[in-house]
């Protein structure tokens, strides 16, 4: 077994690999960016190198500055862990050169598989099953184009060269094809180096189901069941489950074995998925992924085995620890992934502080892999995936029931996140009815952006105290700071003659606002009266942001946040966020509607579609951004002509920075 291994990667996969390693006795090396300097996997590495600038072409995708950080730490081999260089053949190739072992396939079996069109014809002779598509090498927007035609729409253009969604397009008739090549081509050239498309058959709600694979160097390969991964959004997974949902052994059977003979096609070594696309009762293969799985934690879970560890053993020459027929299933785990991303935003990638993060507590139920903390700045360089939630039970609903209690007690603040999206999914009933598709999300598009809720009595009794707690610590500092703080004239607690003394809180929630009116009650405690004409008895005892809030004749426990300029509430029945408006506060004015078309978070201008003067449609293409590895589109607001253009190709752009004026007609 080997003594030190370097992690070329960052995140929650560099930590979960830390964490085998560990356990193990093998002692971990990180790399690092300058954006990643104080990142969470730094600080739980043994050791920590700095490999270049924030942008992923600068650091974490330089082959040389890995290698050379191998060598400076004495490194006997590199974990790559998923994304980056993870499938890249020439870095595997450039580890065996330099006497480091790669952890994971050989560099033929990463090209083998690296090329979605090679790969299929590779699986076509060893009868697998494929989808209809072309798969040729003429590129030329004609040939690709009479092949959509060929084939029928709707298609799907997939990226050649890697995965993720990236370089992904759903066509839905000729009319549409030629533009969406061109971003296809353009956003798999940015993600991968490589514009090579493929055109397939757009299958009608079709699941994705995937088999786990592993191989060592003795020829022996097993599979380790299957994982439905067909909750998605972007063509990317959000939810992931093991065993899928509602699959019959025989069809179970037939794709662990399809899996392994994908395998043993290419004399495959190490731990690899085959993805199958399943409709219709009959699967078809889509692509090997030649690396650990994002979603490999439900596997786990469902076996009782450390898929890493198994990568190391293999990677170090040992052969596999278990036989096909020693490996079982049981009971069922789902896996959920936690984005820096606003689904109400077509899930645009979000940026900012970590101003607040809790997890729920693990258990042989609840499972955390991430790679943040509270106070850790998202920025806009890597893949905004934060933290996995995995948790397990003896059955789908059971495990269904974890979920959901998990996911209430996660809470993350300052990072526009999925957890909203991710919480109307598992309490959605076609959801828990049956085994979803990879349509689901679409045919629901209700869950992205959710009616504006009505916050919960505790929950604006918890803002209002919260309000008046601020206050009175103002007004107390205040007379603390008067020439005589012991005059009863320098005292600004609202006491008057006749009256008891009473203070309106002001709260602005999404479903509008909320005026309360507080009647101080003595050491504490208010009577708050709703706009309803309700009241409430309150009282609360704070520990920093946690309040036991007294109410009526209940207690509950909550937590207030100071986040984004605004109160987020954490409490049983739900999550709030309320922003507290000043007595004196004017009504703020509306800037929609003025034609600046801004960027909507920070990132790099990748192209820009049009000059001043230029007559516009509503709609039409304006300037194309990369943030966070997604290619993002801004368009005209309204029609009318250019009237100034502030973007420039290859520029950084910040949140809220204009790039394009746009005049209205008349």
Not at 443 to 455: G, K, T, Y
């Amino acid at each position: 077994m080997f003594g030190k291994i370097l992690i070329a990667n960052r995140g929650e996969i560099a930590c979960r690999v830390i964490r085998t390693a560990r356990r193990l006795g093998i002692a971990t090396v990180a790399v690092y960016s300058d954006a990643d300097r104080d990142a969470r996997h730094v600080a739980e590495a043994d050791q920590a190198i700095a490999i270049g600038p924030a942008p992923a072409r600068q650091s974490y995708l330089s082959i040389p500055a890995l290698i050379a950080a191998a060598k400076a730490s004495g490194a006997e081999a590199i974990h790559p862990g998923y994304g980056f260089l993870s499938e890249n053949a020439d870095f595997a190739k450039a580890c065996g050169e330099a006497g480091i072992v790669f952890i994971g396939p050989k560099p033929a079996a990463i090209r083998a598989m690296g090329s979605k069109a090679a790969a299929k014809a590779l699986m076509a002779a060893a009868g697998v099953p494929l989808v209809p598509g072309y798969h040729g090498a003429d590129q030329s927007e004609a040939r690709l184009a009479a092949a959509a035609a060929e084939i029928g729409y709707p298609v799907l253009i997939k990226a050649s060269a890697g995965g993720g969604g990236k370089g992904m397009r759903i066509v839905a008739g000729g009319e549409d094809f030629a533009a969406a090549l061109a971003g296809a081509k353009r956003e798999a050239a940015a993600a991968f180096g490589d514009d090579h498309v493929l055109i397939e058959k757009y299958l009608d709600r079709p699941r994705h189901i995937e088999i786990q694979i592993f191989a060592d160097q003795f020829g022996d390969c097993v599979h380790l069941f299957e994982r439905d991964c067909s909750i998605q959004r972007r063509h990317q997974k959000i939810i992931e489950e093991a065993p899928a949902p509602g699959l019959d052994p025989a069809t179970r059977a037939a794709m662990g074995d399809a899996a392994i003979r994908c395998a043993r096609a290419v004399g495959y070594v190490g731990a690899g998925t085959v993805e199958f696309i399943s409709a219709g009762g009959e699967f078809h293969f889509m692509e090997m992924n030649t690396r650990l799985q994002v979603e490999h934690p439900v596997t786990e879970m469902i076996t009782g085995l450390d898929l890493v560890e198994w990568q190391l053993r293999v990677a170090a020459g040992e052969r596999l620890p278990r036989a096909q027929d020693q490996l079982d299933i049981d009971g069922h785990a789902i896996e959920a992934r936690i984005y820096a991303e606003d689904p109400a935003r077509n899930f645009l990638p979000a940026s900012g502080t970590i101003r607040y993060l809790a997890e729920p507590a693990p258990s042989a139920h609840v499972r955390i892999d991430s790679g943040v903390r509270a106070g850790d700045r998202i920025g806009v360089h890597y893949d905004p995936m934060l933290a996995k939630l995995i948790v397990w039970d003896r059955d789908r609903g059971a495990a269904l029931v974890r979920l959901r209690s998990a996911l209430a007690d996660f809470a993350l603040i300052g990072v526009r996140n999925n957890l909203a999206l991710l919480r109307a999914i598992a309490e959605h009933p076609d959801f828990a009815a049956a085994a979803p598709d990879t349509g689901f999300i679409p045919r629901h598009p209700e869950l992205l952006a959710p009616p504006a809720v009505a916050p919960a009595r505790e929950a604006l009794a918890a803002a209002a105290l919260h309000v008046l707690a601020r206050r009175g610590a103002a007004l107390a500092a205040q007379t603390h700071a008067s020439p005589d703080p012991a005059s009863p004239w320098a005292a600004r607690d609202g006491w008057r003659v006749r009256d008891q003394a009473a203070e309106d809180v002001h709260l602005r929630g999404e479903d509008g606002d909320h005026r309360i009116t507080a009647l101080w009650r003595g050491e504490g405690a208010y009577r708050l009266t709703l706009p309803d004409e309700t009241t409430m008895e309150t009282r609360g005892a704070w520990d920093g942001e946690r309040l036991r809030l007294t109410l009526d004749d209940r207690q509950e426990s909550l937590r207030v946040i100071e986040a984004e300029a605004a109160l987020v509430v954490l409490a049983e029945s739900g999550e709030y966020r309320l922003h507290a408006i000043a007595p004196d506060a004017a009504a703020a004015d509306e800037s929609a509607g003025d034609g600046r078309v801004v960027a909507p978070i920070p990132g790099y201008v990748r192209g820009v579609l049009v000059v001043a003067e230029e007559r516009v449609a509503r709609g039409q293409a304006l300037v194309v951004m990369e943030a966070m590895k997604m290619e993002i589109t801004l368009t005209a607001p309204f029609a009318g002509s250019v009237g100034s253009v502030a973007a420039t190709v290859g520029a950084m752009a910040e949140e809220g920075q204009a790039l394009v004026v746009i005049t209205p007609e008349g």
